[in-house]
């Protein structure tokens, strides 16, 4: 049987994982969107959005796995409301441009 609680990484894995976090985030390609997210810069323009929040689409400021902000479906549906985007929003909370 396997131990059901194994060892915690070591700080030198720990490290490692950091890396590749990092280095996932130097690679990131804003002309390299998932579909998700370039669903969402369409629909941006489509709502006559800003072009500020297009940018933070292919910034990966909304990215759940690229972002630097700590919480990046709450920081879209943020500017989307500040920005009359009501239905963009809306979307966001039900989880249609996550990753």
Do not use: C, T
């Not at 943020?78 to 966001?92: P, Y």
């Amino acid at each position: 049987m396997s131990d059901p609680f194994p060892d915690p990484p070591s700080e030198e894995e720990i490290e490692q994982i950091r890396e590749k976090v990092k280095q996932e985030q130097e690679d990131w390609d804003p002309l390299d969107l998932p579909e998700s997210q370039e669903q969402l810069v369409k629909d941006i323009k489509a709502a006559g959005g800003p072009d500020d929040m297009v940018s933070r689409v292919g910034a990966g400021l909304y990215h759940d796995y690229v972002s630097p902000h700590p919480m990046p479906k709450h920081l879209l549906v943020s500017d989307a409301k500040a920005n009359g985007l009501e239905e963009i929003a809306q979307r966001a909370q039900q989880g249609h441009y996550d990753p």
